[in-house]
């Protein structure tokens, strides 16, 4: 999820991926060089000055171009890393309802999904200066450390508690590890060839997604969760650390062509105090406080406003809290901040904003039609939980098929903004009305699959021109921000989706339920509107399965009329655009 320019600094001969397009992300026309080797628009150097890192070797190592065997092999780490974390991510989630039952605290299972999801959600804003401050090698490095930690913490811990904070660890470092990736394989490719790439080496999602129930199907059958947590503990720093020293290897190598600070600008000519100041600076530690403070706040509030019985009052105070220190953070960056955490005038580009918006749109509408949908397909359609997973992976599957095909597109022609507003968007609106339409019991299950297959091909063409806008709108020295901020804006949009479901599940499901089931059932309502398993403990043709079956379809439609709206907002999110050809976009040299 980021871009970089190339400089040729090595005595051995070098190759770009994709030869054909050594294409550059900044226009250097017009610019000259300052003191530090950055380039700087001669109208603008104050402003642009302070949102550059002065540590930006590291960044430009990693852009100079790579031989052949390096970048190969640093792809085939990447794809391993790729498939291990998937596995890890899949099992996690199906054996944490495990883990809180071990200590007699099932009901403590969204807790501690909500905890992880939260702080992981904002950490990695702090990551991505990590990135560009230290470097690629040593962020992924540190993200590395925590995940293994928390991995370890997860084998060994002896409680509920326990188990939650090591998750938060785990969730930290794994995410961080996966968003470094995607930030090495944007320095690593050209805008051109970006989607594409990034759609290849995420591409074990076809494999995880379907060994993640029997891995731990075998774990629970066998030595436990404790020896799953453990294994993965040795496997992500064993998958991870070669690509470690690659890139640290491979960047000190790089690092030798470019013109190096002198000792008085180093951390070696400051002292203690100074030094301090200078990354607390270079952090824009004000900032990040302020804005990780704030969606922290607000994405919990919109997390426990989905479990029921929670304070909504508290929750719209959390949320108005959260607001209050994003609008400090606004007011910060504009006016304060002396080295801004992200270049205020990126925001006011409407290809990056649209970007953002277009995030959320697709969040929202996913956790709206999607958060009831396998209970709907064993309920209505008489689905086994085997064959309803089946259905629910068919997203998973299609869309990364889709978003290689995208990425190859955007490879051959340059535009991705058509692709998205005339084949993503429409074709999700076009499997939300067909699923709404053929949603019910007297419909074959094929119609939903259909109606799902639709679904999922839009959103791989959605999410690989959602990431390639960005990048093509942003500067070089502002991708890895971005990105953090597109993601950010995809959690929020996650929050957002799954408190509408649960809102609506809550005030129809119920009442639903007790205007269809006969009257001899109206004493089991509470315990059929909140147990799966007493709902398909009828059976199928009864008149109370029936009347079950015919709550599930007003509520589903509900959530499907909602999932559709949202996409008004996507659709114009897409429209404001720029129709940027990836390539006419041309990478400057920083450096001579």
Known sequence: MVP?????????????????????????????????????????????????????????????????????????????????????????????????????????????????????????????????????????????IIATSGLVMMSTCNSVQGYATAQVFQTIGNNGILYSLTVLVADTSSMRNRGLVQAIVSSPNLITSWLSGPISSRFMNGPGWRWAFGLFSILVPSITLPLFFLLLSYLNFKKMGIPQRSESESDSGRSLLRTFLHYFRQFDAIGLILLSTGVAL???????????????????????????????????????????????????????????????????????????????????????????????????????????????????????????????????????????????????????????????????????????????????????????????????????????????WQNIFRRKLMEFVPIEELPNVAKIYADLSTQLSYHIGSETRIAIQHAYEDTQGKLLAIAMAVWAGGFIAVVWWRNINVMDINQSKLYN
């Open 298 to 504: 607000l994405l919990v509030s919109l997390n426990l406003y989905a479990l029921q019985d929670w304070n909504s009052m508290s929750a719209i105070a959390l949320s108005i809290t959260g607001s209050l220190f994003i609008i400090l953070f606004v007011v910060w960056e504009r006016y304060y901040a002396t080295i801004t955490f992200v270049s205020y005038s990126i925001f006011l580009d409407r290809t990056v904003l649209g970007a953002c918006i277009l995030s959320s749109a697709l969040f929202i509408s996913f956790w709206c039609w999607n958060s009831f949908f396998s209970s709907y397909l064993q309920v209505v359609n008489n689905l086994s939980i085997e064959n309803a997973s089946y259905v629910v992976q068919l997203y998973t599957v299609f869309s990364v098929l889709c978003s290689i095909t995208v990425g190859a597109l955007i490879h051959l022609t340059g535009y991705f903004k058509p692709v998205c507003l005339y084949v993503g968007v429409p074709l999700s609106l076009l499997g939300l009305i067909s699923m709404s339409y053929y949603g019910n019991s007297e419909s074959g299950i094929g119609y939903i699959v259909v109606s799902q297959i639709f679904i999922s091909v839009a959103a791989g063409v959605i999410m690989v021109c959602d990431e390639v806008a960005i990048l093509a709108a942003a500067p070089n020295h502002d991708a890895a921000v971005c990105l953090a901020v597109l993601g950010l804006f995809g959690n929020i949009g996650g929050a957002i989706g799954l408190t509408i479901a649960s809102t609506v």
């Open 4 to 144: 970089s320019p190339p400089a040729p600094v090595s005595h051995l001969p070098q190759t770009v991926l994709f030869d054909d397009e050594r294409v550059n992300l900044l226009n250097n026309t017009g610019s000259h060089y300052n003191h530090d080797g950055l380039v700087v628009d001669n109208d603008d150097e104050s402003s642009i000055s302070s949102d550059i890192d002065s540590d930006i070797e590291d960044f430009e190592a990693v852009n100079a171009p790579w031989n052949t065997s390096a970048l190969v092999l640093a792809y085939v780490v990447i794809w391993l890393t790729y498939f291990v974390e998937g596995i890890l991510s899949a099992t996690t989630g199906i054996l944490t309802p495990y883990v809180t039952s071990t200590f007699a605290q099932h009901s403590f299972t969204p807790a501690v999904g909500i905890l992880s999801s939260v702080i992981g959600g904002v950490t990695n804003l702090t990551l991505a200066k990590i990135l560009d401050i230290f470097g690629r090698a040593h962020g992924l490095l540190f993200c590395i």
